[in-house]
């Protein structure tokens, strides 16, 4: 479960867009706040509410809702990846000493790894 969380909160901070980050944000507090309620009220330290645990319990409304907010979660971690790929890649010119240039340096990013 925490995984997941921080992924959602790494997320977040990457993206570039206000409502992606918010958004993701908002799913991953979802999803600890379940889990922190189930297990407090689970170890006896919180009343019992009858929240399911997040992906465990069973509640089929809950799993729905969770596997649509993770998917949600999932298209905003690609879009940031989208994103970072797009301002990383340089498109040369057509011209035959740009393209030469930007062949050599490929080949040495791709030696270096």
């Known amino acids: 479960m925490s995984i997941i969380v921080l992924r959602g909160l790494f997320i977040a901070k990457k993206c ?35 929240v399911p645990l997040p992906f465990v319990s069973y509640g089929g409304t809950s799993l729905v809702v969770l596997l649509f907010s993770v998917g949600i979660l999932n298209n905003i971690a690609r879009h940031v990846n989208y ?31």
Not at 84 to 106: A, L
């Open 16 to 50: 570039e867009n206000a409502f992606g980050s918010l958004l993701a944000i908002g799913i991953s507090a979802m999803i600890g706040i379940q889990a922190i309620i189930n297990l407090g009220a689970i170890s006896g330290l919180l009343p019992i509410t009858g």
């Open 83 to 113: 994103q970072r790929f797009n301002e990383e890649t340089v498109i040369p010119d057509q011209s035959e000493k740009n393209v030469q240039f930007y062949n050599r340096k490929r080949r040495q990013t791709t030696s270096a790894q």
